[in-house]
């Protein structure tokens, strides 16, 4: 008798897991379009957020950042809050902004190289430096940021787009 119990009750669990996982109804095909919609859409409308979670700095090994540093797009600006390892060979005293600045961008261009790929670019004058900013972005909103500037090393961050 106990092993009908437990029989059944082992059954009645693995529904109830089981159905949990299919909660919103979509298919995997399904919510990779939507996920391909909701990028296209931040990209056409120039208004998107990439929530960085790693850095590759120049000559240095890549670093996993816990913090919540991202790169906001939002039509003519862009709002940068990124870390910064590297060297810096000109620099105002006490640091300067570094990566983190809220700033006018100039030649956006978007091409999109392969199907599954946007590649961005364009350039930000802050105040202390030019930086230039190329940018890949995945259908599956999965992004890499490379950062050029001209008086510090280039560095590199990898990253997802957040809706």
Partial sequence: MMRKIAFTLIMLVTVL???????????????????????????????????????KPLGGMARHVSSNYE???AG????????YIGEAYRLPY??????????????YTITYPTSNRSHIEFTVNNGEDVYHFRIDVFNNGKSIIDVIAQDRDAVSFDGEMIF
Wanted: with cysteine.
């Fill in 17 to 55: 897991l089981t159905s949990c996982g299919t909660s919103n109804g979509l298919t995997k095909a399904e919510r990779e379009a939507a996920v391909t919609r909701q990028v296209q859409e931040g990209l056409d409308t120039r208004h998107y957020t990439i929530a960085v979670d790693w850095m």
């Fill in 71 to 73: 790169l906001k797009v």
């Fill in 76 to 83: 003519e600006t862009v709002d940068s809050y990124l870390p």
């Fill in 94 to 107: 006490g640091g300067g902004k570094g990566l983190n600045f809220k700033g006018k961008i100039e030649n």
